[in-house]
């Protein structure tokens, strides 16, 4: 079972160490701590912890664009401290679940760069599906969404 938690400024570096994790740097984005501190200042920003069954903490999630409310809610950035050690597919699920319960969204989407092929699979195995390069100037990264339906039909 995985909790949520909303982030604090108190969980920054445990964000930052996370997203600079060996290997994250060509799978993962990152920010600058003052970028982190006025992204959760913003109410635009929502983050996540994601904690195990201890309660420790394993991973987090970014949501942003959040005030757009046109049905779509993005998903910015999700990383957890182990890649393959069997906690991501349970975050990513919660936050599923948390996106769909918590608001008006009809769409989840994220954007997904074309040689992490472990996320991929991941978001593919929970329904999301591929809908094209990132942008037109963008061919790096694949976005990939799932609609509320779908999930709730799962």
Not at 23 to 31: I, N
Request: aromatic letters at 12%.
């Amino acid at each position: 079972m995985v909790a949520l938690i909303r982030a604090t400024s108190a969980d920054i570096a445990f964000i930052m160490a996370t997203e600079r994790r060996p290997g994250y740097e060509d799978l993962v984005g990152r920010f600058p701590q003052d970028e982190h501190r006025a992204n959760l200042a913003d109410d635009n920003w929502l983050y996540f912890i994601g904690l195990d069954d201890n309660g420790v903490a394993q991973g987090f999630a970014i949501l942003q664009d959040r005030n757009k409310r046109d049905g779509n809610e993005f998903l910015r950035r999700i990383a957890v401290t182990d890649a393959g050690g069997g906690f991501g597919k349970p975050f990513l699920t919660a936050l599923i679940n948390w996106v769909f319960a918590n608001g008006d969204a009809q769409r989840f989407w994220l954007n997904v760069h074309n040689n992490n092929d472990r996320a991929r699979r991941v978001y593919a195995s929970l329904g999301f599906v591929e809908e094209g390069p990132e942008s037109e100037a963008v061919h790096s990264s694949t976005r990939m969404a799932l609609a509320k339906s779908v999930w709730l039909a799962r």
